[in-house]
């Protein structure tokens, strides 16, 4: 039993940005433990005002690297309602199908080289390209065929170009589509590969139940839209969004932890699994009954298997996806909607891989923008991350200092934690 | 710029560095699938902190993306400098300016009140910068992000000795060697005549504006541009077109600034000495 252990881990790796780990026991009795977010603030909130809508989409993307297209779409939604336009339904379809790129590419980037090097007992993915280079091979054809996928539809992943407001600035061939599906189908292998691997995987021992919050649509697994829903029961439209998330500050941190319903809730692929799993695609509830993964999940070291769940959707959806858009036809003339700038103020709401992201904005009468807001979801993980952490190490007291070191990093990187985007956000609230 | 001249005896040791960004740059590198098993059989990485939990302050060649906002990264990148034979600046954040530059409109202490109210205190800011602001700098790569082709020859120009010179013609000149249709002929600001290429234009052929990531090219001649497309300048054999579009000195304002706000942009001091 450690009786007495004083655990800073300095910027954890294989995570996205700069956080650290602070946890202390003393006479066997838990002080502290508790993530702190130690990124360069970057003030994105402030720096939009006074750009021209079309602009603060095109810098929105660049929030973050990882959920560019994510950031994108929060920033045409919100900007869309702000300015009264209504997209057509293929640019919405074909925005759906970006959606489920971006979610592969990230998904598949921290399934195999930010989580599995914990599973394989590895310190990253480097020695592998020695000792397994067919899995590593694997790992870059899965994530790149995201980034591929988004890339069809947007000119890029990071950072896409042809997403604009009121719709795309280009006309997609319906020949690239097709060339896309088939290596969707052809990728199923892999990911077929990637579930047997994980099978393999012994989670640590840990749940703690809490709230779930995501968005919900009636008709689909939420991604690209939906109300904001949580398990414990509530459901609002996203322009109410401030009901839900609600910022306040504690003693033991710089930055402000959300709370809805309980002190603390979790986003992203688990919670989503959890409040949506009767609208994955059957393909991915089957590979979810193969990993033993029966909603509600409770554990965080699920998040990661969760994300491989979503994957599989991501993949079938989208041949279908494609299948819908080349069945209809690329019609032209519903690419683009015609945009006047006027007064307004709008809210964005999408799931991006780490959860839900709330992007709001005011416009004057030329387009210019006057005022921007984003609710991120790493920053509203870190309530629920550090509950988990208090709860997880009387659990694992018993362990060496250097192992419970270890499932403390593992416990943070399940999160798939993007901080370069959280580090904006505690903000002053100005509605 | 003066080329470096270390030839490397046995495999030169990488780092990746990330400063105030969105780190895609980096994740860019992570797209090069196949080519990059082939650089990775000719350099180690020994530090990556976003990919690898291993560390070493050992090497050759660092890689560092992202804006210079705080104190404390001003003695980093020195640091890295320092230990560094050869500093390459991945990005335009870190090689020439971006949008992080856009916040230096502002005094430091109402950004901070702004963003972060009653928690201010808790955070350091100072205004952004490129680190080419602050250390010398071997080889920069520009974009937002960078182009994956770029990366691959300035790799291939570190490991064999030679130096690499950026780009330095405007995205026009690449947009009409593609036939993409100009931008500004659709009615939109187009920063392309005045901005630095080697992008192929990727962005007017998917019908966006060129928005300037990579910059002003050295000979930028943006009073020109202003000539050429604003109310307030136009000149009278092009007003008919002006008039058509409408553009104002601020709309070419408002869009430069992004990324170009590195130092502060003056658009008129910048145009005095064009034509």
């Not at chain 2, 470096?4 to 990330?18: C, E, H, L, M, S």
């Not at chain 2, 054999?237 to 502060?264: A, C, H, M, S």
């Given at each position: ?7 800073h881990v300095h910027h954890v790796t294989r995570v996205e940005g700069h956080g650290d780990i602070i946890a202390e026991i003393a006479d066997g009795v838990l002080k502290q433990a508790r993530f702190a977010i130690v990124e360069a603030p970057r003030f994105f909130e402030g720096f939009l005002r006074g750009q021209l809508y079309s602009d603060v989409t095109h810098v929105a993307s660049r929030i973050c690297g990882i959920c560019a297209c994510s950031h994108k779409c929060a920033a045409l939604k919100a900007t869309e309602v702000a300015l009264d336009v209504t997209i057509s339904p293929q640019t919405d379809l074909l925005r759906r199908l970006c959606f489920h790129g971006e979610v592969l590419s990230s998904h598949l980037l921290h399934i195999y080289f930010l989580a599995a090097p914990d599973f394989l007992g590895l310190p990253s993915v480097m020695p592998l390209i020695a000792g397994a280079p067919d899995l590593v091979k694997r790992a870059m054809r899965l994530k790149n065929i995201g980034y591929d996928l988004a890339a069809l539809v947007a000119g890029r992943h990071t950072h896409p170009i042809a997403m604009a407001v009121g719709g795309f600035t280009f006309v997609h061939d319906p020949k690239d589509m097709l060339a896309m599906r088939e290596r969707l189908v052809d990728i199923r292998e892999d990911l077929t ?239 | ?275």
């Amino acid at each position: 039993m450690t009786t007495d252990a004083r655990i800073h881990v300095h910027h954890v790796t294989r995570v996205e940005g700069h956080g650290d780990i602070i946890a202390e026991i003393a006479d066997g009795v838990l002080k502290q433990a508790r993530f702190a977010i130690v990124e360069a603030p970057r003030f994105f909130e402030g720096f939009l005002r006074g750009q021209l809508y079309s602009d603060v989409t095109h810098v929105a993307s660049r929030i973050c690297g990882i959920c560019a297209c994510s950031h994108k779409c929060a920033a045409l939604k919100a900007t869309e309602v702000a300015l009264d336009v209504t997209i057509s339904p293929q640019t919405d379809l074909l925005r759906r199908l970006c959606f489920h790129g971006e979610v592969l590419s990230s998904h598949l980037l921290h399934i195999y080289f930010l989580a599995a090097p914990d599973f394989l007992g590895l310190p990253s993915v480097m020695p592998l390209i020695a000792g397994a280079p067919d899995l590593v091979k694997r790992a870059m054809r899965l994530k790149n065929i995201g980034y591929d996928l988004a890339a069809l539809v947007a000119g890029r992943h990071t950072h896409p170009i042809a997403m604009a407001v009121g719709g795309f600035t280009f006309v997609h061939d319906p020949k690239d589509m097709l060339a896309m599906r088939e290596r969707l189908v052809d990728i199923r292998e892999d990911l077929t590969a990637s579930v047997e691997l994980f099978a393999t995987v012994e989670l640590p021992d840990f749940e703690r139940p809490t709230e779930y919050v995501s968005l919900k649509h009636p008709d689909r697994y939420a991604f690209y839209d939906g109300d904001v829903f949580s398990s414990d029961g509530h459901r609002l439209p996203v322009r109410r969004y401030r009901e839900a998330v609600t910022e306040h500050v504690v003693p033991h941190s710089t930055a402000k932890h959300a709370r809805w319903n309980r002190p603390e809730y979790m986003v992203g692929a688990l919670a989503r699994f959890n409040n949506n799993y009767e609208q994955l695609h059957p393909a991915a509830q089957a590979v979810a009954e193969r990993l033993g993964m029966d909603p509600p999940v409770h554990n965080p070291f699920a998040i990661t298997v969760a994300q491989l769940i979503e994957c599989v959707h991501c993949v079938e959806d989208a041949i279908e996806l494609i299948d819908e858009v080349v069945g209809r036809g690329i019609d032209p003339a519903q690419q683009q909607v015609e945009v006047r700038p006027r007064a307004g103020q709008g809210v964005g709401a999408v799931e991006a891989p780490r959860g839900i992201l709330f992007h709001e904005y005011e416009y004057d009468e030329d387009g210019r923008c006057l005022s921007a807001n984003h609710v991120i979801p790493t920053a509203q993980n870190l309530a629920n991350l550090e509950a988990d952490m208090r709860e997880f190490v009387p659990h694992i007291a018993g362990e060496s200092t250097d192992r419970i070191t270890h499932l403390l990093e593992m416990l943070v990187r399940a999160y798939d934690p993007c901080i370069s985007c959280s580090a904006h956000m505690v903000r002053l609230p100005h509605g | 710029m003066e080329g470096p001249t270390k030839r490397f005896g046995n495999k030169p040791q990488i780092a990746f560095f990330d400063f105030a960004c969105c780190e895609g740059c980096q994740l860019s590198v992570l797209q090069l699938e196949e080519r990059l098993l082939d650089i990775l059989e000719l350099v180690d990485v020994v530090t990556w902190r976003e990919a690898m939990s291993e560390y070493s302050n050992d090497y050759d060649i660092a890689f560092c993306e992202g804006s210079i906002t705080r104190e404390q990264d001003i003695e980093r990148v020195r640091e890295i400098r320092e230990q560094a034979a050869i500093l390459v600046t991945l990005g335009s954040c870190a090689s020439g300016g971006c949008h992080n530059d856009l916040k230096n409109q502002w005094e430091m202490d109402e950004m901070l009140a702004l963003v972060y109210g009653d928690q201010a205190e808790h955070f350091d800011t100072i205004p952004s910068r490129p680190i080419t602001a602050v250390v010398e700098v071997d080889y920069k790569i520009y974009g937002c992000p960078v182009s994956l082709a770029e990366f691959v020859t300035v790799v291939k120009r570190i490991l064999t000795g030679q130096s690499y010179e950026p780009p330095n013609q405007p995205v026009c000149v690449e947009c009409k060697l593609n036939d993409h249709l100009c931008v500004l002929e659709k009615g939109e600001v187009c920063l392309g005549p005045v901005t630095r290429g080697g992008c192929d234009a990727i962005c007017t052929g998917f019908g966006d504006a060129c928005q300037g990531c990579r910059g002003l090219m050295d000979a930028a001649n943006v009073g020109a541009m202003l000539k050429a497309l604003t109310r307030e300048q136009a000149h009278a054999i092009v007003r008919k077109v002006v008039e058509r579009y409408g553009f104002t000195q601020d709309d070419i304002e408002t869009k430069l600034r992004i990324y170009n706000n590195w130092p502060e942009l003056n658009l008129e001091e910048i145009a005095a000495n064009d034509d």
